[in-house]
């Protein structure tokens, strides 16, 4: 039955053709017996009309008025064809302005009047009262009926085309936070992958120029510097396995899949000591009382100390120190990092060509922070962040919760 009906959905040029050519029969053949050719004309002015009611409901509708209109006027007697006046009229309120069908259904109940009085002047037996009921029943009553059908059919389709318009946008909006969720994702997996390449490599890079020089005159220094390339390479593998194993994990994978923390300031000790066995000196200050980062906030400020350090030592000059200070006020964490290298040639190498300082910057600006970078007036190159420092109460509230 569904489809049977999916079929005639598709095909209602043909719906309509056989209930015209039905509607056409009934006509015809009262016409014949009563032995009127003007009335086969009505039949066909009244019938055809219905073939084109869905692409023309208004002109269609117009058109078997007329028709009725002179079958009144002739005084012509109603025929089975006249109900494709009440089709029209369904069609017309289902496919038209509520508007347009009111006035069509205005006309089907001034045209039913002209009829119950055109033949209450040829039937005088039968009561005035008597043939306002008739008229009622039979002419006004089915052109209402008609009408409310194709208003209902009207509301329905606009509701249900409604609902599919909200849901095609529901859609849309849906695919548009996923297309945004996953370039914010992809933002991050660079950010990350950028810190631990760049900060990695770079210590490798310093550790193998170093080899090579050391590599005829001191042996023992080069066997240490292609040690601490070989610590740092495994290092940075273990970084990136850590990363991706998070990116492939499915929900079902990650019950019993033990991952190594990310880093926060706990392992600020371990990145300075790997940045002086890299040849780069540094010295590291605490000013305040130090307090616990929300891990996010922490994640950053690592990075940012990371990328700093990554910097100075790639631009800032084989003689450059490095200073590091962190200082813990009432609601926020100020994290410096200096040298005294060139600087300036640094700052815009680094900002021209990779994507450190803006990573720093994106790093900071998701946890409420800043970052503000540049030559000093002393000398060298500078990286100050600030980061919210959560409060006592609000973190012993959280860890309550």
Request: aromatic share 4%; hydrophobic share 50%.
């Amino acid at each position: 039955m569904s489809a049977l009906y999916a079929w005639l959905r598709r095909h209602p040029r043909l719906v309509d053709g056989v209930l015209a050519a039905a509607l056409a029969f009934g006509g015809i053949a009262e016409a014949l017996t009563l032995d009127r050719d003007a009335l086969i004309l009505v039949v066909i002015g009244m019938t055809v009309p219905v073939v084109v009611r869905r692409r023309h409901p208004t002109g269609a509708f117009a058109a078997a008025v007329a028709v009725g209109a002179v079958q009144v006027v002739a005084h012509l007697r109603p025929l089975a064809s006249d109900l494709a006046i009440l089709v029209l009229l369904y069609t017309l309120a289902a496919y038209t302005s509520r508007r347009t069908s009111a006035i069509g259904l205005g006309i089907c109940l001034l045209g039913s009047a002209l009829e119950v009085v055109s033949l209450r002047r040829t039937v005088l037996a039968v009561s005035a009262t008597e043939w306002a009921l008739m008229g009622l029943i039979v002419f006004a009553g089915p052109s209402l009926i008609a009408w409310v059908l194709g208003d209902s059919m009207r509301y329905r389709r606009a509701h249900y085309a409604n609902l599919e318009e909200r849901a095609a946008r529901l859609e849309r909006d849906r695919d548009a936070q996923a297309q945004i969720a996953a370039a914010a994702e992809r933002a991050r997996i660079a950010r990350e992958l950028h810190d631990v390449v760049a900060h990695n490599v770079s210590v490798m890079v310093v550790q193998a120029d170093g080899a090579a020089y050391a590599l005829g005159s001191d042996p023992g220094r080069a066997r240490e510097a292609l040690a601490a390339i070989s610590a740092t390479g495994r290092q940075a593998l273990t970084e990136m396995r850590v990363l991706l194993g998070v990116l492939r994990r499915s929900d079902g994978d990650a019950q019993g899949t033990t991952l190594a923390p990310l880093p926060g300031l706990g392992q600020l000790d371990e990145l300075l000591e790997q940045t002086r066995a890299a040849g780069l000196p540094v010295s590291c200050a605490v000013d305040g009382e130090p307090r616990p980062l929300p891990g996010g906030a922490a994640l950053a400020a690592y990075r940012i100390v990371q990328e700093s350090l990554t910097n100075t030592r790639k631009h800032a000059g084989p003689l450059a120190t490095a200073q590091v200070r962190l200082r813990y006020d009432d609601d926020a964490l100020e994290l410096t990092v200096t040298d005294n290298g060139v600087g300036v040639g640094g700052a815009a190498a680094c900002d021209g060509a990779g994507h450190g300082l803006t990573g720093m910057r994106e790093r900071a600006a998701m946890y409420g922070g800043t970052v503000q970078v540049g030559p000093r007036a002393e000398g060298g190159f500078g990286v100050t962040a600030r980061l919210p420092v959560a409060k006592a109460s609000a973190l012993s509230a959280e860890s309550a919760a």
